[in-house]
């Protein structure tokens, strides 16, 4: 009995281990996206405020 509360603790702890590095990964594209959005989105700010300067 207590053999398999123990396995199935060390199997919790692995769980939550691969769980982290997915999350950290996943954590880590949606930055990267973000950091592209937000620079597509300052490139075309200063779009529009070029053209505005133009004008």
Do not use: N, P
């Not at 590095?21 to 075309?44: D, N, P, S």
């Amino acid at each position: 009995m207590s053999q398999h509360s123990k396995s199935s603790a060390k199997s919790d702890k692995q769980d939550g281990a691969v769980s982290f590095k997915l999350l950290h990964r996943h954590a880590k594209i949606c930055f990267r996206y973000l950091e592209e959005l937000f620079a597509g989105y300052r490139i075309t700010w200063q779009l529009i405020m070029f053209k505005k300067v133009i004008e």
